[in-house]
């Protein structure tokens, strides 16, 4: 059972940012929202992850309603590089080590 | 080496035949992970290790499907009697604890 919605696909303007939602209207209090990315012919890269607030790195920011029900991932400055299948996943806390992906969105950033 | 290690990065074998693939994770990571991709789809989880135990083997198939991790390290993903539909990528994956998890390039299988 999928526990996240995400858009098939969004194009995305080089140099611009890239804004990609994702819905997860039942998610429990104790569960986390990660993002991962999957450039062509690698394995999956973690970008992001948060509980209740936003949060920022040097990758990515992620911006969590209020009521947790959906999220954004901002690429503030999308270059080609960018371009890649982005999963939203809910992942439970300690016991629940393991990440369920769906088919997640497909960004491609064009010059 | 720094990251996850995938052997062999591609492999072909024949219908019916028996496959090892192995996954050597990060030095010091205690959680290793195997899933399986197909064509236009997100990764399958298989099995989960924590140490040298199998913690949770619920993705894994059927019981053609068979990974061991020995001495808490190397995993290797063994398929006996495979099948066309076992074509996939077989992306290993380890973490230090409930963190982070690495990912390895897979190993591209197909099966003939």
């Known amino acids: 059972d999928a526990k996240t919605t995400q858009p098939p696909s969004m194009d995305c303007a080089e140099g611009r940012a890239a804004n990609l939602p994702c819905n997860h209207s039942?998610?429990?209090?104790?569960?986390?929202v990660y993002w991962y990315r999957q450039i062509h012919s690698q394995g999956p890269q973690y970008i992001i992850h948060g509980l209740k607030n936003n949060e920022t790195n040097e990758m990515a920011s992620l911006i969590i309603t209020e009521d947790r029900k959906s999220s954004t991932l901002i690429l503030p400055h999308a270059t080609l590089r960018d371009t890649a299948v982005y999963y939203c996943i809910v992942r439970g806390p300690d016991l629940d080590y393991k990440l369920s992906f769906g088919a997640g969105t497909t960004v491609t950033v064009r010059a | 080496g720094a990251g996850v290690s995938q052997t062999p990065s591609n492999k072909v074998t024949e219908k019916g035949k028996y496959v090892e693939l192995r996954c050597d994770p990060i030095?010091?990571?205690?959680?290793l992970y195997w899933y399986r991709q197909s064509l236009g789809q997100g990764p399958e989880f298989l099995i989960y290790?924590?140490?040298?135990?199998?913690?949770?083997d619920s993705g894994l198939p059927n019981d053609r499907f068979f990974a061991v991790r020995p001495e808490g390290s190397v995993s290797t993903l063994k398929i006996q009697r495979t099948e066309r539909g076992d074509s996939a990528v077989y992306l290993c994956?380890?973490?230090?604890?409930?963190?982070?998890?690495?990912f390895g390039e897979g190993s591209r299988l197909t099966v003939l």
């Open positions: 039942t998610i429990s209090g104790n569960e986390y």
């Open positions: 994956a380890s973490s230090l604890g409930p963190g982070e998890l690495f």
């Open positions: 290790f924590q140490g040298t135990g199998a913690a949770d």
């Open positions: 030095s010091g990571h205690t959680a």
